[in-house]
């Protein structure tokens, strides 16, 4: 019987329908790409040209394609019609099994998403960027690709720009080639990738060069006035990279492989092959390396490149198959470099996530599709966990092997990964499927079971919790009594659960300590300072660790008002994290201490101020917003900076400052300033602004 679908394409009423599957008539095999990218007009101009063969006799193929113009189509080296809807390219023939065919497009666009222009209108020289996140965002909008993960193709780039700036893409830099004021840079892959992968990104970038222990060529990008930050933002790459390598038992399986920070990232990180993108957030001085690092976020792309890059999934329904996969490879990796009792932590804090979502009834099984990251990310890891400690260290290590062997460069689903393991461990994992990714409740109990067995420090930190909710005794003294033998990590999680049950005997070998995590605890557990810790509390503002700088320069300086100019000298010049944590915050407390650097004040309120403009990060700019709402009025540059953030490319900013803007358009006062400063605004931001205003 026909379908629907057959009716109306045969009747050129719609063909949607043919949109809806894979193209499993015919293989893309390779791909060949020239892109004209002009920054300044946030246009591409690019053609493609296309191999496919033709496995079964079909009537049509089809690309993706959203919103291009095509100045030319060829088929075969001739010119051909083409039929498109502004999101589908149609091309009909009767194509024969086993032919090999090319299409040629030739086309311009200007994306609306995917492709990420910043710095292009702030007027700072070398600000520039542009780059690309295919993932969830789809490739389509800049090249006429596949949607559909299924359709695997090799990519090889070529990117034409101004010569001023650095090119990073997929695969081997082949060729530089310098015409006029324009570059022409070719990349070239070996193997084939969903079109979700394909990206590029370009600025202003030197790089530090590794080789992995089995020769893979390694490429750290970074700013040229960051070239101090590279160790610490790249310590332990090689060391992550020759872990998962041997940890995996399969060879890494691209040519080489690139880290580049990019500005206002839509995530972490992103796992593009072989050329992963980053936040720029993570790029960090020594100091900061202990408060928020890159290390995390390194393993997890980097194991992706296995897990999602080299065996893909087929569709949402087996994303555990991605991120549970790369969540617990980079645990591992971690566990690695920090020790075991760092990975059981991490495990123990994201079972206690998992419970609560469990409880609370929203509990999600793996197989589902919409699930959230917490799901895919932390309950994946935490299934491949509980799988290896019931076949056993051999036969898991051998049932990923074999599974990457058996599906590299193809895609997979959950029941096929499910029978190399079951295959692996002569075992029937049925009941295992049930539990953990069916089901869609958390089984803490045997988690905690696994935990207490594998941790002592977890244990004692289990021991004492139910200790403290049974027993009679004094829970000072109880305190003592574990305090004495625990671990700077357990001391940390006593202080931050039970410091208000401390002996001053307690809080005070707390301070001796030169354990970082145990004195941020410290400087966490009080609002205000009592007067028998200020001593103590004071050294803090000396600990390698911005996080704690920050939290004790805004205690000591409610708590002890007569000492304020002694605490904002001490930390006078100090930045910070990368969203400039300790600086905004010492900004704002100069300008309300009285009588300190008096005939400064005023530059240093216009620095304040300024953090909200689009030349700055996202982060910065956000943190800035909320110091400014809660303490001044918004200057008539913040609220065109507001508006600015209102159609940020990012959907958390963008929805803090929609969010804000709401709350100041309630205020008839600010709703008029808004409407006065509308008149200057780029056609994007006023097309917003009248949505609000209702203009």
């Known amino acids: 019987m026909l379908g629907r679908c057959f009716f ?16 499993d008539r015919v293989d893309f095999m390779h791909a060949k790409v020239n892109i004209d990218v002009n920054p300044e007009s946030k246009q591409i101009q690019g053609d493609v040209t296309y191999g496919f063969k033709v496995l079964e006799s079909v009537d049509s193929v089809f690309l993706d394609a959203r919103n291009m113009t095509f100045q030319a189509v060829w088929f075969n080296h001739r010119k051909k019609r083409l039929n498109y809807d502004g999101q589908h390219l149609v091309l009909h023939h009767r194509f024969k099994k086993g032919k090999n065919y090319t299409i040629d497009l030739q086309y311009s666009t200007k994306p609306k998403q995917t492709v990420y222009f910043m710095g292009v209108e702030d007027g700072l020289k070398g600000n520039e960027q542009v780059w690309t996140q295919g993932q969830g965002k789809y490739t389509s909008h800049w090249l006429p690709s596949f949607d ?22 997929n695969g081997v830099l082949k060729t530089v080639r310098e015409t006029d004021d324009l570059k022409k840079w070719s990349f070239d892959m070996k193997q084939p990738m969903s079109s979700y992968l394909v990206a590029f990104a370009i600025g202003n970038y030197d790089k530090q060069e590794v080789t992995s222990t089995s020769g893979v060529p390694i490429e750290n990008y970074y700013y040229p006035q960051d070239s101090l930050k590279v160790e610490p933002t790249y310590r332990y790459t090689k060391e992550i990279f020759d872990f998962l390598e041997t940890e995996i038992g399969v060879a890494y399986p691209w040519q080489n492989y690139k880290q580049v920070p990019v500005r206002d990232f839509l995530y972490a990180g992103m796992e593009n092959t072989g050329a992963t993108l980053f936040s720029d957030g993570y790029v960090i001085d020594s100091i900061a390396f202990v408060d928020k690092n890159y290390v995390n976020v390194n393993a997890h792309e980097l194991a992706h490149q296995w897990f999602g890059d080299l065996v893909t999934e087929k569709n949402g329904s087996h994303h555990w198959l991605h991120e549970g996969f790369a969540t617990y490879y980079a645990y591992l990796a971690e566990k690695e470099i920090f020790g075991d009792d760092y990975f059981y932590w991490k495990l123990y804090d994201t079972a206690q996530q998992l ?13 589902d599709p919409k699930a959230s990251s917490l799901t895919f990310y932390e309950k994946g890891a935490w299934a491949l966990v509980m799988l290896r400690n019931q076949i056993g260290d051999e036969a898991f290590k051998n049932g990923i092997k074999n599974y990457l062997q058996k599906y590299q460069f193809k895609n997979v689903t959950i029941e096929q990964f499910m029978s190399e393991m079951e295959l692996v461990s002569k075992s029937d994992l049925t009941t295992f499927k049930k539990e953990w990714l069916d089901a869609p409740s958390f089984p803490f109990e045997k988690v905690q079971i696994y935990l207490t067995t594998q941790s002592t420090s977890v244990a004692t930190f289990i021991k004492l919790k139910w200790e403290l909710t049974t027993s009679l005794a004094d ?11 625990a671990d700077p990590e357990l001391k940390a999680r006593i202080i931050a659960k039970y410091h208000k049950s401390f002996s001053n005997e307690m809080m005070l070998q707390g301070f001796n300590s030169n354990a970082i995590k145990i004195r941020q605890a410290l400087a966490l557990a009080y609002d205000r300072v009592p007067l028998y810790l200020q001593a103590q509390y004071e050294t803090l503002l000396d600990d390698k660790s911005y996080l704690t700088k920050e939290i004790a320069l805004y205690r000591l300086w409610i708590s002890f008002p007569q000492h304020r100019a002694h605490y904002l000298d001490r930390t006078k010049g100090i930045i910070g994290l990368p969203n400039k944590n300790v600086r905004m915050l010492w900004l704002l407390l100069t300008t309300l201490t009285k009588d300190y650097d008096t005939e400064l004040k005023e530059g240093y309120l216009t620095e304040l101020f300024a953090y909200t403009a689009p030349k700055y990060d996202m982060e910065t700019r956000q943190i800035a917003f909320g110091i400014l709402i809660d303490v001044f009025e918004l200057q008539d540059q913040n609220l065109l900076d507001l508006i600015n953030a209102s159609v940020h490319h990012s959907w958390q900013f963008r929805k803090y400052a929609r969010d804000l803007l709401d709350v100041l358009l309630k205020d008839d006062k600010q709703r008029k300033r808004i409407i006065a400063l509308s008149k200057g605004l780029n056609e994007e931001e006023l097309r917003y602004i009248r949505t609000k205003l209702e203009l």
């Open 8 to 23: 109306l394409f045969l009747f050129g009423i719609s063909t949607t329908c043919l949109f809806a599957q894979h193209q």
């Open 148 to 169: 559909d993960m299924e359709e695997k193709v090799e990519f090889d780039l070529n990117l034409s720009i101004d010569a001023d700036y650095e090119v990073i893409a």
């Open 355 to 367: 419970n609560d979502q469990s409880k609370d009834g929203k509990g999600e099984p793996l197989t």
């Open 475 to 485: 829970k000072t003294t109880l305190l003592q009594k574990y305090w004495v033998s």
